[in-house]
Antibody, heavy 118, light 109 residues
Framework: QVQLQESGPGLVKPSQTLSLTCTVS??????????WSWIRQHPGKGLEWIGY???????YYNPSLKSRVSISVDTSKNQFSLKLTSATAADTAVYYC??????????WGRGIMVTVSS | EIVLTQSPGTLSLSPGERATLSCRAS???????LAWYQQKPGQAPRLLMY???RRATGIPDRFSGSGSGTDFTLTISRLEPEDFAVYYC??????????FGGGTKVEIK
């Protein structure tokens, strides 16, 4: 069964770019039919979908974050990545990478806590 | 944008009891694109149900989903100790994509 593991800095300074990577095992990020997502959860709060990439090149982002978000795939490393520009304290959250379809998420990574603070 | 409202916020029940969780959408959810997730403290969410009533792989049959249009329900027929957790519903719409409800916490009474 597919496994996903988030990695990246746990602390980001305000106004900098938050960058995370998800390493995928037992599946290929370039396999057709799956949507590779980023989802976040603010401390003690609910879930917020950030966006996904599919067929290695097509992306779809939450309109509320669209101006600051980009998701990309590195097929050589079997990874996909998240970049969120102009980070603020409001971006402090646990970030999950996940695999699913266009309408649901079946497999999740364990999550990584990212704090935006000077 | 479709907004999902879950109720109650907290459900206090004893093991063996039946749990009924509600998810109401501000507009009709198309194509039955409604899913449910379970999340325990410190863990990632786990997919329970998709397409309203389809159980995900490995989910026991004490979990069931129902509903259509704007009103959906997740039922746990007999609560096991491991079922005490937070439950989220989620829908898909062309814009803004996937959205989640605020969650229902099922706690031990």
């Amino acid at each position: 069964q597919v496994q996903l593991q988030e990695s990246g800095p746990g602390l980001v300074k305000p106004s900098q770019t938050l960058s995370l990577t998800c390493t995928v095992s037992d599946d290929s990020v370039s396999s057709g039919g799956y949507y590779w997502s980023w989802i976040r959860q603010h401390p003690g709060k609910g879930l917020e979908w950030i966006g996904y990439i599919y067929y290695s090149e097509y992306t779809y982002y939450n309109p509320s974050l669209k101006s600051r978000v980009s998701i990309s795939v590195d097929t050589s490393k079997n990874q996909f990545s998240l970049k969120l520009t102009s980070a603020t304290a409001a971006d402090t959250a646990v970030y999950y990478c996940a695999r699913g379809t266009d309408y649901m998420v079946a497999y999740w990574g364990r999550g990584i806590m990212v704090t935006v603070s000077s | 944008e479709i907004v999902l409202t879950q109720s109650p916020g907290t459900l206090s029940l004893s093991p063996g009891e039946r749990a009924t969780l509600s998810c109401r959408a501000s507009q009709s959810v198309g194509n039955n694109y409604l899913a449910w997730y379970q999340q325990k403290p410190g863990q990632a969410p786990r997919l329970l149900m998709y397409g309203v009533s389809r159980r995900a792989t490995g989910i026991p049959d004490r979990f069931s989903g129902s509903g259509s249009g704007t009103d959906f329900t997740l039922t746990i027929s007999r609560l096991e100790p491991e079922d005490f957790a937070v439950y989220y519903c989620q829908q898909y719409d062309s814009s803004p994509g996937l959205t989640f409800g605020g969650g229902t916490k099922v706690e031990i009474k």
